[in-house]
């Protein structure tokens, strides 16, 4: 089933005098109303909304908009009088019969089905919150949204924005398209831009993927922001790298974050390079010359976003290549690195219990450290509980304490 496409589009108190507007396509349409001639376009490049809301207060120019779309009638002069008599009370409610005999004439006029929704003024927080439960009743999951923030009070349509990118989580609703009909700029022909600002919205999914990664120090929300982009192939090869990543394949996916910070640092536009420094300095680990040293930042980045499990799991794996590439090993051969690691471990417990003659402190200290690194990441992976009275029992009961054992435990 095809996911279905809703515009949102608002209504202000203008009189909606016709004006040419000319679009990124080059095409030119004539209209009173802005919407109409966004939706002649959309059809035309095969992206015809199945549905538009259009939004309004209840002082909004509900019965302009009618005599502009359909000429006069008793209709539209009911309509506005509704209208003038609520703007003098800024309230929030508009007779229900009389929006519900314009849709008719709306859907008429769009040559699709319009959904006429009364908003709040959003004179207060609580009120202009109350715009993404009108909207998200409206959305069904994975539906498409086109944005026309062209006409009404010129916080609504802000407000609007900031509402369906919530949505874009929450729905979820991927927006296709923000559309303002720039009537300021109209030339000395008298013909306005149309201008796309998808920009903002690929500015967001940016840093929503960034926030993720910063969380999770999962690569995968970074494609889906890319994808945004239309970069497809990109995209592709930043979900192979998430996987490679997540199966601790860290020298196989160090090319495709390579190429995404080479691309972004060499792309045109304004988001790309606001976008690309700071996820180069997130994925600074991949320039780590040894596997270990990989895996050591990675847990260091992970005790930094309060993720323990990932930090502990990181961190001992470190170590174990840290030890191994110091004995002139290959830390990524499965089957050396599990003969490695139970060796290190039983030369760990020997030190420990003192059967090892003529051990030095620090060496004693060494081994206390990598067991007590291996327990901790076994207690946290397996949600066991810790043997009692030990350092990590300790740590459990209190994070601050937690984080200091870790930082003193991680590889540097």
């Known amino acids: ?28 349409r004539a209209t009173a109303f802005f919407a109409t001639a966004l939706v002649e376009e959309l059809r035309a490049e095969g992206m015809a909304p199945d549905r538009v809301v259009l939004a309004g207060t209840s002082g909004s120019g509900w019965g302009v908009a009618l005599r502009a779309l359909d000429g006069e009638s008793d209709l539209q002069a009911r309509l506005q009088a509704e209208a003038e008599a609520n703007a003098k009370s800024y309230g929030n409610t508009f007779d229900e019969a009389l929006l519900e005999e314009a849709r008719e004439r709306f859907t008429a006029a769009y040559g699709t089905t ?63 398209g923000v559309y303002y009909g720039a009537m300021s700029l109209k030339t000395e022909a008298g013909v306005a831009p149309v201008l796309r600002l998808d920009g903002l919205v690929s500015l967001m999914r940016w840093v929503r993927a960034l ?95 309060g993720d323990y499990l990932r930090a502990a799991l990181h961190g001992f794996e470190a170590e174990v290549s840290r030890r191994m590439e110091a004995e002139g090993k290959d830390p990524r051969v499965r089957s050396a690195r599990r003969q490695a690691q139970d060796r290190y471990r039983k ?51 209190d994070e601050r304490a937690l984080v200091a054992l870790l930082e003193r435990l991680l590889p540097a």
Not at 4 to 28: A, K
Not at 117 to 137: K, W
């Open 114 to 176: 319009v959904e006429p929704v009364v908003l709040p003024y959003g004179r207060t927080e609580a009120e202009a919150l109350s715009l993404l439960p009108l909207l998200h009743d409206r959305v069904p999951p994975y539906a498409r949204l086109v944005l026309d923030v062209t006409n009404g009070l010129r916080h609504l349509p802000m407000t609007a924005l900031a509402a369906a990118l919530a949505l874009e989580t929450l729905a979820p609703a991927p927006i296709d």
């Open 211 to 305: 926030a993720v990664y910063d969380a999770t120090g999962r690569i995968g929300p970074l494609a889906r922001a890319v994808e945004g982009g239309a970069d497809a192939d990109l995209a592709a090869s930043l979900d192979h790298a998430d996987f490679l990543e997540q199966a601790g394949r860290l020298d196989e996916a160090v090319p495709a974050l390579d190429a995404l910070v080479s691309a972004l640092a060499s792309a045109q536009g304004p988001v790309a390079p606001l976008v690309a420094p700071a996820l180069s300095a997130r994925l600074a680990w991949r320039a780590n010359a040894t596997h270990s040293a990989r895996q050591a930042a990675l847990a260091r980045t992970a005790l930094a976003a």
């Open 1 to 28: 089933m095809t996911a279905p496409r809703i515009l949102l589009t608002f209504l202000g108190s203008g009189l909606y005098d016709p004006v040419t507007y000319l679009f990124p396509s080059g095409r030119t």
């Open 347 to 397: 030369d760990a417990d020997a030190i420990v219990e003192k059967r090892v003659a003529g051990a030095r402190h620090t060496e004693r200290h060494q081994a206390l450290d990598f067991l007590t690194l291996k327990d901790l990441r076994n207690t946290l992976a397996h949600a066991s509980v810790p043997k009692k009275g030990s350092v990590v029992e300790a740590a459990l009961a």
